[in-house]
């Protein structure tokens, strides 16, 4: 059973910034996709960054937050970590790791939260105006 571990969030102001960690205790899959995805309450969860594990691909963002947001990872340690920046108000979510086959990171898929198998508990980002 894969186990996904978030970590980072916090409380900052707008214009600040928090980075967020995600570790997976294994991979099911021969090549994943590693994704970052936020909500809040009353809306749907909104997909955020993506990436092929292991690179080689160029990785995947909402339009909605160009250049403020980075994704990236670790492999040794299993890890992939978003980078927020010039936080705003907006951006207050729970913020959840998920993975999925590594299939699901295409330009047309990777915002569709059903095809994601494995998800963290989620790590809550605060920004205040």
């Known amino acids: 059973q894969v186990h996904l571990e978030e970590s980072g969030g916090g409380s900052v102001q707008a214009g600040g910034s928090l980075r967020l960690s995600c570790v997976a205790s294994?991979?099911?899959?021969?090549?994943?996709?590693l994704a970052w995805f936020r909500q809040v309450p009353g809306k749907e969860r909104e997909g955020v960054a993506a990436?092929?594990?292991?690179?080689?691909?160029?990785?995947y963002y909402t339009d909605s937050m160009p250049g403020r947001f980075t994704i990236s990872q670790d492999n040794p340690k299993s890890t992939v970590y978003l980078t927020m920046t010039s936080l705003e108000p907006e951006d207050t979510a729970m913020y959840y790791c998920?993975?999925?086959?590594?299939?699901?990171?295409?330009?047309?898929?990777?915002?569709?939260?059903?095809?994601?198998?494995?998800w963290g508990q989620g790590t809550q980002g605060t920004v205040s105006s």
């Open positions: 998920a993975v999925s086959s590594g299939l699901t990171c295409h330009v047309a898929k990777w915002r569709d939260s059903s095809r994601y198998t494995y």
């Open positions: 990436i092929y594990r292991g690179g080689g691909r160029q990785p």
């Open positions: 294994e991979f099911a899959y021969s090549s994943s996709c």
